[in-house]
T-cell receptor, first 112, second 114 residues
Framework: AQSVTQPDIHITVSEGASLELRCNYS??????LFWYVQSPGQGLQLLLK??????LVQGIKGFEAEFKRSQSSFNLRKPSVHWSDAAEYFC??????????FGAGTTVTVRA | DSGVTQTPKHLITATGQRVTLRCSPR?????VYWYQQSLDQGLQFLIQ???????AKGNILERFSAQQFPDLHSELNLSSLELGDSALYFC?????????????FGPGTRLTVL
C-alpha cells in the first residue's frame, strides 16, 4: 500500500523568502505524485503533478517540485513567497488502484 | 473553480440521522471520488465510481454508501450519524478514473453532527 509523509506540520516563512516543503512517499512501483493546495474554507487545487519523464516539474503559481527516486521524495519549492501563498499544502501519491493517498499536510504561514 | 460542484455547502444535523451529499463532476469526467477530511484522520479516500460502477473502496464505513447515476452525478449517503462523522467531505472527478488521472476537487460539504 502506498503512503505519504510530510515531516513538517507547520512552516513560517517571510514574504519574499524561499519555501521548501518536504514530501516522502512509499510505493513499490513508479508513483504518480501530486501537490495540492488548500486555502481556508476552500477545496483542493492542483499545483503540479509527476508521472514520468523530467524529474523537475513546473506548476502553477510559480511552484516547482523535484522527484528523487533514490530518496523517495517529491519536495515542493518556490523561490519567492507571496502573502497569498499562506495555505495548507498536501502531497499525494496515486497508483493503479485508483485512489490518492494524502500526507497529513503542511500549513504555511507567511509573515510580512 | 474546478468545475466540480457539491451541495449543500454546510449541513448541521443530529446523531442518528441520515444525510445525502451531492456531487456533480466536471463536464466530460466519468469518474467520481469521495474523500473525508477530519482533524484526526486527515484526508481519507472513501470510494470511487466510474461511469456508474463502483471501482475502488477505501476506508468507508458500512453506515455510508454512495452511488453514481446515469447523468454521472454522485451521492454519498451517511446514516446513523455519530459525532465522529463531523468532517469536510470532498468530491473529486477525473476523466478516465485511472491512477495517473488528475483529480479535480469540489469545494466540499462541511457536515456537523450535534
Amino acid at each position: 500500500a502506498q503512503s505519504v509523509t510530510q515531516p513538517d506540520i507547520h512552516i513560517t516563512v517571510s514574504e519574499g523568502a524561499s519555501l521548501e516543503l518536504r514530501c516522502n512517499y512509499s510505493y513499490g512501483a513508479t508513483p504518480y505524485l501530486f501537490w495540492y493546495v488548500q486555502s481556508p474554507g476552500q477545496g483542493l487545487q492542483l499545483l503540479l503533478k509527476y508521472f514520468s519523464g523530467d524529474t523537475l516539474v513546473q506548476g502553477i503559481k510559480g511552484f516547482e517540485a523535484e522527484f528523487k527516486r533514490s530518496q523517495s521524495s517529491f519536495n515542493l519549492r518556490k523561490p519567492s513567497v507571496h502573502w497569498s501563498d499562506a495555505a495548507e499544502y498536501f502531497c499525494a501519491v496515486g497508483s493503479n488502484d485508483y485512489k490518492l493517498s494524502f500526507g497529513a499536510g503542511t500549513t504555511v504561514t507567511v509573515r510580512a | 473553480d474546478s468545475g466540480v460542484t457539491q451541495t449543500p455547502k454546510h449541513l448541521i444535523t443530529a446523531t442518528g440521522q441520515r444525510v445525502t451529499l451531492r456531487c456533480s463532476p466536471r463536464s466530460g469526467d466519468l469518474s467520481v471520488y469521495w474523500y473525508q477530511q477530519s482533524l484526526d484522520q486527515g484526508l481519507q479516500f472513501l470510494i470511487q465510481y466510474y461511469n456508474g460502477e463502483e471501482r475502488a473502496k477505501g476506508n468507508i464505513l458500512e453506515r455510508f454508501s454512495a452511488q453514481q447515476f446515469p447523468d454521472l452525478h454522485s451521492e454519498l449517503n451517511l446514516s446513523s450519524l455519530e459525532l465522529g462523522d463531523s468532517a469536510l467531505y470532498f468530491c473529486a472527478s477525473s476523466a478516465k478514473g485511472a491512477g495517473a488521472d488528475t483529480q479535480y476537487f469540489g469545494p466540499g460539504t462541511r457536515l456537523t453532527v450535534l
